[in-house]
């Protein structure tokens, strides 16, 4: 059953604003313009057209396919922000992303192993 990606996607972004507005009154803040510029632009083109575009790609390509691309999601993360940030990359992450597509190649009993390894690394 395929659904619509406008109607996942306003989906997702209604539950999560129920979700998160509450950490609003949690914390100490103040309303500026340039705030609430860039909450704008962070949710309309980083989240609402990220989320609005993945979800109508997934009616096009195999669930194979889209989940592969979701393993290398740090992958990617990490080579654009090298790229177009100059943000050079950790140890740390390089490694994360070594285990994360690592992962995939194991059964879950190795899978496990890796997991552990990795929360030992990363704490």
């Known amino acids: 059953m ?68 979701q393993y290398f999601d740090i992958v990617f993360a990490i080579i654009l922000a090298y790229l177009f940030l100059s943000q050079v990359p950790t140890a740390r992450q390089v490694l994360g992303a070594f285990f994360n597509y690592s992962c995939r190649k194991f059964d879950f009993d190795e899978r496990s192993k890796i997991w552990k390894l990795t929360l030992l690394v990363f704490h």
């Open 2 to 69: 395929h659904h619509k990606a406008v109607t996942v996607t306003a989906w997702q972004i209604l539950i999560s604003i129920f979700i998160t507005v509450p950490f609003l009154f949690l914390t100490d803040w103040c309303f500026t313009v340039n705030g609430f510029l860039v909450t704008l632009f962070a949710g309309i083109i980083h989240t609402a057209l990220a989320l609005f575009l993945w979800y109508d790609a997934l009616n096009y390509i195999k669930v194979s396919f889209a989940s592969i691309l």
